[in-house]
């Protein structure tokens, strides 16, 4: 977790409003809410935390605020401008890493500024979204050549090296083995840190929730409606044994239902 | 064909810097039933070599000690060349650990070499030495070799022939066929038009089409030029349509997050997304090329190996009609090692390909 720190590329991240969305998926012809009247203001640079049982509707709300589908009521604004569609100054990271397998490391990197064209004018900064992430070393390797928290880190340069503002985290290390998941929890802190962007993060590990967000919102079962939104501003690095985290831990629980 | 041939054989590519390939997580996989590995290891003689160098020194005995039933004016030729090989395949036996990766090669067809002189043995006797299968029908593998050393400029001008006509036509219909497929599978107007079409007459077979075609078409050699593309259309059409339709839908939504247009779509996603199942078409279609080809050069066309078969058959000149089949199965043969070549350099992120 040693990085040469680097100047932080994006000045500021972005506030977002989320104002009285609600969403429905159609099956079937029949709607099935998800989303009931979400209203959640997330200032600049902040790190928040979605928390939800699963199949709850979290990562629709990320879908929404990448513009990927429009709400079926309601809106939602960066910086107070209407988010219309996908952009890159939005970029969500999945669950699963999403390489393209016919890519090396370096040109899943170098995507969006390919699609933009913008890449001739900017390699340096994939090679720096590269050495971020600590893959300097990998960039001519393929996706299935990687393990799962190099091809995740892959995925974070392929959002970063765009300096986004606010960055979407649709439960990125869900799918990682304890450990690489504690180093990547303590990277995804790092590199917001540095970028100063702001962050949102699906997950329903709620220690995940609580060693790296600011704030966490409870979300309920399906259509999920914001149950609870705690204030977690205990300074970094934070530990798991922290008493205080254990409390708020237990306190969430208690709130989702298992009191244990 | 598979996994044991996949990891004997070295591929392109596959892997990265020894450094990267190290933390990386692919590992040498175990080689199972590695052939080759085990005969190359049994000790400094390849006894395999040295066999298989008897049975084809056995065959220049046979060929040239047994009286004939019938007049083979190259059977010495034949001898011959059976006995260079065979004392070629003795000393490479011999000096198998001084010949280094071409000998070990050499060790791995062993096998292969040995029961090829002994199935020549049984040819030679039950044809040119003891006639007993039906004498114009089977000819002994003298005559189809006197083919060979003496038709090779009409046989090789079908070959030829054969080759122009089905480029001609495989190129067109492959490039059709992908277009055709990018369009169905991107678009739904596209695909509301084409699909039926394809559903209705896809499946028919070209070859059906060919006595339509031959009187539509201005010269016999554009009508199988058609057919032939025919042919390889149809499967890639459907290929490239279902490869891009079968694209992670999460693919997109990643391109389309970082401001990727329409056309970056297709042209960085769509398709090459599509490109393994497109190359499963491009196969299909060659296979079905084949087909059609010959029965056109059959038919109608004036010239290839199809015509010469015909031909061959009506003069009942059966060693050429063998001779004829052997330079076709060469012909395809060869073409489709092209293609999965071309495949495995296109497709080298792949892993565990299908070594052909």
């Known amino acids: 977790m040693v990085a040469a720190p680097l100047a932080p590329v994006t000045p500021r991240g972005a506030a977002l409003d989320i104002r009285t969305v609600s969403h429905a998926f159609r099956i079937k012809g029949a709607p099935l809410p998800v989303l009931d009247r979400i209203d959640l203001t997330i200032e600049p640079g902040a790190f928040v935390a979605l928390l939800g049982p699963s199949g709850c509707g979290k990562s629709t709300l990320l879908r929404l605020a990448a513009g990927l589908e429009p709400p079926d009521a309601g809106r939602l604004d960066l910086d107070g401008a209407a988010i219309a569609g996908p952009d890159p100054s939005r970029l969500l990271v999945f669950q699963d890493p999403t390489l393209y397998p016919w890519r090396t490391v370096r040109g899943n990197v170098s995507l969006g500024l390919e699609a933009r064209g913008l890449l001739r004018h900017n390699r340096h900064r994939v090679?720096?979204?590269?050495?971020?992430?600590?893959?300097?070393?990998?960039?001519?390797?393929?996706?299935?050549?990687?393990?799962?928290?190099?091809?995740?880190?892959?995925?974070?340069?392929?959002?970063?090296?765009?300096?986004?503002?606010?960055?979407?985290?649709?439960?990125?290390?869900?799918?990682?083995?304890?450990?690489?998941?504690?180093?990547?929890?303590?990277?995804?802190?790092?590199?917001?840190?540095?970028?100063?962007?702001?962050?949102?993060?699906?997950?329903?590990?709620?220690?995940?929730?609580?060693?790296?967000?600011?704030?966490?919102?409870?979300?309920?079962?399906?259509?999920?409606?914001?149950?609870?939104d705690i204030a977690n501003d205990a300074p970094y690095p934070r530990h798991r044994d922290d008493p205080d985290l254990i409390r708020r831990r237990r306190e969430i629980l208690a709130i989702l239902g298992h009191d244990a | 064909m598979t996994s044991a041939l996949s990891n004997a054989l070295p591929r392109r590519g596959s892997a990265g810097p020894a450094a990267e390939r190290g933390a990386a997580k692919n590992p040498a996989r175990p080689r199972i039933g590695d052939a080759a590995a085990g005969l190359r290891r049994t000790g400094a003689i390849g006894w395999i070599l040295v066999a298989a160098g008897a049975a084809w020194l056995s065959v220049a005995a046979v060929s040239l000690g047994l009286p004939e039933d019938g007049d083979f004016p190259y059977t010495a030729v034949f001898a011959q060349g059976a006995a260079a090989l065979g004392g070629l395949l003795i000393l490479a036996g011999l000096v198998r650990t001084r010949l280094g990766r071409p000998g070990a090669r050499l060790g791995h067809w062993g096998p292969w070499l040995l029961v090829l002189g002994l199935g020549l043995i049984a040819w030679e006797l039950v044809t040119a030495k003891y006639a007993l299968l039906p004498m114009p029908f089977f000819p002994p593998p003298q005559a189809i070799l006197e083919v060979f050393l003496e038709d090779w400029p009409k046989l090789g001008g079908s070959i030829l022939a054969s080759l122009k006509l089905l480029a001609g036509g495989y190129v067109l219909g492959a490039l059709a066929g992908f277009g055709l497929g990018v369009a169905v599978g991107w678009s739904r107007r596209a695909g509301y038009w084409v699909h039926p079409v394809l559903r209705f007459v896809g499946p028919l077979p070209a070859t059906a089409w060919l006595p339509l075609a031959f009187f539509v078409f201005p010269s016999s050699w554009s009508a199988s030029t058609f057919l032939v593309a025919l042919a390889t259309g149809f499967p890639v059409t459907v290929l490239t349509w279902s490869g891009i339709a079968a694209a992670n839908r999460s693919y997109y939504d990643v391109a389309r997050t970082l401001g990727a247009s329409q056309s970056f779509l297709i042209r960085k996603v769509a398709i090459p997304a599509a490109l393994p199942h497109v190359f499963v078409g491009l196969f299909m279609g060659l296979g079905a090329s084949f087909a059609v080809l010959v029965v056109a050069e059959m038919l109608g066309v004036k010239s290839g190996l199809g015509w010469y078969l015909q031909w061959a058959q009506g003069w009942a000149a059966y060693a050429n009609m063998y001779a004829a089949l052997i330079a076709m199965a060469l012909m395809c043969s060869s073409l489709i090692t092209l293609l999965f070549r071309l495949r495995d350099r296109v497709l080298s992120w792949q892993k565990g390909l299908v070594q052909w």
């Not at chain 1, 979204?129 to 974070?156: C, D, I, K, N």
């Not at chain 1, 990682?176 to 329903?204: C, K, N, S």
């Open chain 1, 127 to 228: 090679d720096a979204a590269l050495e971020r992430v600590g893959l300097s070393g990998f960039a001519e390797a393929y996706p299935h050549q990687l393990s799962g928290g190099m091809a995740q880190r892959t995925a974070l340069a392929r959002a970063l090296v765009n300096d986004p503002r606010l960055l979407l985290l649709d439960e990125p290390l869900g799918k990682l083995d304890a450990l690489t998941r504690l180093t990547l929890q303590g990277e995804l802190v790092r590199l917001w840190q540095e970028t100063g962007l702001t962050a949102i993060l699906v997950t329903h590990d709620v220690e995940e929730a609580l060693v790296l967000a600011q704030r966490v919102i409870v979300l309920s079962d399906r259509p999920a409606r914001i149950r609870a």
